[in-house]
């Protein structure tokens, strides 16, 4: 149990950097499309190092199987909703940032 | 108890619609092509995580971005969404339009071997639903 709850504290903290590289890559980066990037896929790691942490504190199967649906369900809105963004911004014509 | 007023009609509706609305296609899945592709999604999108965010706090966003187009030999269905879907979370890469089987993405960086990924990812989607899909082709822009 001690073991358990301890890596799974390791793995929260672990998720907590993805989550603000995240954010602060939707700070910085130039256009639409490179922000889409940061947030579908730092925030999806992060949600899932912490989600993992979660499990392994949980010390039942059922909240493990819970927060790992919550996990897929999250992996499969974001990256439809980015696809759908970067979808209509490309329909809108709006033109990629090209490095200078 | 009084949520399941709400929630379970809501259920039942949304899953008789999405049978009624869904194209009749079956697959089937393949144990080994999910036990492969459990390793090496998520070994992937950590990559891909570790990636941003090494662009986005590095001094100056190390980018290059730019658009590709790849055409996948995925059927029409349940593959080539799973496929365009599973783009956005792999390293450098986001789907960002499909037409027909051109597949629009957006790289971060294209000097990554953006090709090469996809092209992996096919070929994992591929055994994941029992389909076979051709060697790689050369390029095609």
Same mark, same amino acid.
Not at chain 1, 31 to 45: E, F, G
């Given at each position: 149990?001690?073991i358990?709850?301890?890596?799974?504290? +390791?793995?929260?903290i +672990?998720? @907590?950097?993805?989550?603000?590289?995240?954010?602060?890559?939707?700070?910085?980066?130039p256009?639409?499309?490179?922000?889409?990037?940061?947030?579908?896929?730092?925030?999806? +790691?992060g949600?899932g190092c912490i989600?993992?942490?979660?499990?392994?504190?949980?010390?039942s199967?059922a909240?493990?199987?819970?927060?790992? @649906? &919550?996990?897929?369900?999250?992996?499969?809105a974001?990256?439809?909703?980015?696809?759908l &963004?970067a979808?209509?911004?490309?329909?809108?014509?709006?033109?990629?940032?090209?490095?200078? | 108890m009084?949520s $399941?007023?709400?929630?379970?009609?809501?259920?039942l509706?949304?899953?008789?619609l999405?049978?009624?609305?869904?194209p009749?296609? #079956?697959?089937?899945l393949?144990?080994?092509g999910?036990?492969r592709?459990s390793?090496?999604?998520p070994?992937? !999108?950590? #990559?891909?995580?570790?990636d941003?965010?090494?662009r986005?706090? !590095? $001094?100056k966003? =190390?980018?290059?971005p730019?658009?590709?187009s /790849?055409?996948? !030999?995925?059927?029409?269905?349940?593959? #080539?969404?799973?496929?365009?879907?599973?783009?956005?979370l792999l390293?450098?890469?986001?789907?960002?339009?499909?037409l027909?089987?051109?597949?629009t993405?957006?790289t971060?960086?294209?000097?990554?071997p953006? =090709?090469?990924n996809? /092209?992996?990812?096919e070929?994992?989607?591929a055994?994941l639903m #029992?389909?076979?899909?051709?060697a790689q082709?050369k390029?095609? !822009?």
């Open positions: 149990m001690g358990l709850y301890n890596s799974g504290t +390791v793995l929260i +672990v998720g @907590l950097p993805f989550f603000l590289s995240g954010t602060i890559g939707l700070i910085r980066f256009d639409i499309y490179t922000r889409l990037h940061a947030l579908t896929k730092a925030d999806n +790691v949600l989600v993992c942490g979660l499990a392994l504190q949980s010390g199967i909240r493990t199987a819970k927060l790992l @649906l &919550i996990w897929v369900l999250v992996l499969i974001s990256s439809a909703s980015c696809h &963004i979808r209509s911004a490309l329909q809108k014509n709006i033109q990629p940032w090209m490095r200078p | 009084a $399941w007023l709400i929630g379970g009609p809501a259920v509706i949304t899953s008789i999405s049978l009624k609305l869904a009749t296609s #079956r697959y089937s393949s144990i080994v999910i036990v592709f390793i090496f999604f070994y992937q !999108s950590f #990559r891909g995580g570790l941003v965010m090494g986005a706090l !590095s $001094w966003p =190390r980018l290059d730019g658009l590709i /790849y055409t996948t !030999s995925l059927p029409q269905g349940a593959a #080539r969404i799973f496929f365009v879907n599973t783009i956005s390293p450098g890469t986001l789907s960002a339009d499909l027909e089987d051109h597949v993405i957006h971060l960086d294209h000097t990554m953006i =090709r090469e996809i /092209y992996k990812l070929n994992h989607v055994s #029992r389909l076979s899909i051709p082709k390029s095609s !822009s």
